[in-house]
């Protein structure tokens, strides 16, 4: 009995093994991978603004491209999240309050190719028209997809960390006189602050990380926009370039390399952020 | 406007909002639906796609994904409940589960595409099954193994501490108290966890795109060394055919039967869960 115990513990360790070496080995073969082309470069590769298969690689439209469609669907994504989450936490009966959060967690759950197929028929012909451009996909149009992708994430998460603060704050406010209205936006707002943070940087590490949706969209193209701020003009984000040109050289060549030291650079600020997020959400948890 | 009509206007405007947002999901799925009909004839499922995805139905696309989807559960689900198991009964160190959790959260939140690239580089190169659905479905087994995790870690926390400690006071094993306590009490949180996995599964399109699929050439792989057709891939592909309406249609077609498998994987998630678990609860 005993000796069967110990023998299954280890059956179950060696499993557990394998799954932390899952974590272990990607992070490995992203370092392992992108070694020869810093070597080559050093830390020109993040700062180089041509990236010309076989004559040079450098990552800063890639980089640049990434960050500004995430703040930007940070940007639009916010108001409205904060604003329904509000009202889903403090004024719905806790039936409809239910059956809202189950409409969220499905709509988070639609494939990302189906909001690309939505957004190369109809949001980047919207933007196309209203904004009179030559060519719809651009960084706006990205941004406004991801922000619709990452809205059920975020929204889910900073109205969990909303009804986390506790009655008593409530009932407080109340008792002092403060309507409803007032309670949930000087009382509650600002105790579920942190709460909130963890729910958008959750969402920003999604919306990084998102591929095949940004990928219709953006525009594929390896340039700084010119001016630097001009957001209605065709860029690159690092899972797009991934997902564009891996499949021409996998597996080998310095292209490949360069390739997957963007994807550690991904793969790091993704990390990063993701890390941060779960760290505020805890934070609230234990209030 | 006193501040009481201010605030009424305010719950009116979020009321409405809140509506909007709801009806998102409606209007997701009309929209594709409307989009896909003339695609949609009675044969769409039955049907080998014809002339490069323009017509014919999506029969064989259907079978590449159900194929990838569970092939990546059954990989995947001896692996999430062992590790579970061994965290929760095993595992004495605080900092040694602190780095479990960790691990998890982060095989979590990386973008699925390094799974694609890292998985195909470490299967397909370095293992040598090239690209197939073997591939595939190993790569998307480490994508899920999170989620699946997730539920099993929860019901085996929500398990009352007295069941384990009856099993203790009856003198069972440590096995015997896995066997025959934790893995019946806890099963629905294993369902749970494999539907939402197997949703997951199907919705991914960026970690199988060059590693595992094809567009056309082969219908259903007949070796280990294949790749399939998946309804990812055939979306991806005529999405970017955008002038000719007839592909267009056949991705819509295509995307609403993914969506629709999707939603019903997790809707059946979530029926399981509820009801099972008031069974486990008895």
């Known amino acids: 009995m005993k000796n069967e115990s110990q023998c299954m513990m280890w059956v179950f360790a060696c499993l557990n093994f394998m799954f932390l070496c899952c974590m272990g080995g990607l992070f490995f073969f992203l370092v392992h991978e992108s070694f020869p082309i810093i070597k080559l470069y050093g830390l020109d590769f993040w700062f ?44 719905l009966t806790s039936m409809n309050r239910r059956f809202v959060k189950a ?90 602050l942190p709460g909130i943070m963890g729910a958008v940087l959750l969402g920003i590490g999604r919306a990084m990380g998102e591929t095949i949706a940004v990928m219709l969209v953006v525009g594929s193209l390896d340039r700084i926009p010119d001016p630097w701020f001009n957001i209605f003009s065709s860029a690159q984000t690092i899972p797009s370039k991934l997902g564009r040109e891996a499949a021409e050289s996998i597996g080998e060549g310095t292209h490949w390399s360069a390739l997957m030291a963007l994807g550690l650079t991904l793969f790091l600020m993704v990390l990063v952020i993701s890390f941060m997020g779960n760290r505020f959400l805890k934070r609230e948890r234990k209030l | ?53 323009r017509s014919g139905g999506i029969f064989y696309q259907l079978m590449g994904t159900l194929l990838l989807m569970t092939g990546a559960v059954l990989v995947s689900l001896p692996v999430a409940l062992g590790s579970v198991i061994y965290q929760t009964q095993f595992l004495k160190s ?76 009856l003198g069972l094993s440590r096995w015997e108290q896995i066997k025959s306590i934790i893995i019946p009490q806890c099963y629905y949180g294993i369902i749970t966890g494999v539907f939402l996995g197997l949703a997951r599964a199907a919705g991914e399109t960026a970690a199988i795109m060059f590693a595992a699929t094809t567009f056309s050439g082969i219908q259903f792989p007949e070796t280990f060394e294949d790749p399939v057709p998946t309804l990812q891939t055939h979306m991806l592909v005529l999405t970017q055919e955008a002038a000719n309406p007839k592909a267009i249609a056949q991705a819509w077609g295509a995307g609403w039967v993914l969506l629709a498998l999707v939603f019903i994987l997790t809707i059946t998630a979530w029926i399981l869960r509820s009801r099972l678990k008031m069974e486990a609860e008895l």
Not at chain 2, 18 to 32: A, K, N, P
Request: proline share 4%; hydrophobic share 55%.
């Open chain 1, 48 to 91: 180089g603004q041509d990236w010309w298969v076989g004559e040079t690689y450098g990552a800063l439209p890639m980089l640049y491209g990434s960050t500004l469609v995430t703040a930007l669907a940070c940007l639009l994504v916010l108001p409205l999240a904060l604003a329904v989450a509000i009202f889903i936490s403090e004024f």
């Open chain 1, 103 to 192: 409409v969220l967690e499905l709509l988070a759950g639609v494939p990302g190719i189906v909001y690309g197929l939505l957004g190369v028929t109809f949001l980047s012909l919207w933007i196309k028209d209203i904004f009179g451009l030559l060519d719809g996909n651009t960084l706006v149009t990205a941004a406004c997809l991801l922000s619709i992708m990452i809205l059920p994430t975020v929204l889910t998460l900073s109205e969990d960390a909303m009804r986390a603060v506790p009655a008593e704050y409530r009932e407080n406010a109340l008792g002092l006189g403060l309507s409803k209205w007032q309670t949930a936006i000087t009382v509650v707002l600002p105790q579920a």
């Open chain 2, 1 to 53: 406007m006193s501040a009481a009509a201010f605030e009424r206007c305010m719950i009116i405007f979020l009321s409405l909002l809140t509506l909007l947002i709801s009806s998102l999901l409606l209007i997701i799925l009309v929209t594709v639906f409307i989009k896909g009909l003339p695609a949609l004839h009675s044969g769409f499922f039955m049907e080998a796609s014809e002339n490069f995805g």
């Open chain 2, 94 to 169: 605080k900092s040694l589960k602190e780095v479990c959790r960790l691990s998890a959260q982060m095989l979590n939140a990386t973008p699925t595409i390094l799974f694609g690239l890292v998985g195909y580089l470490f299967f397909g190169v370095y293992l040598k099954t090239g690209v197939s659905w073997v591939t595939g479905s190993l790569i998307l087994s480490i994508m899920i193994l999170p989620t699946l995790q997730i539920s099993i870690r929860e019901a085996i926390e929500a398990m009352p501490q007295k069941y384990k400690d009856t099993g203790m006071a």
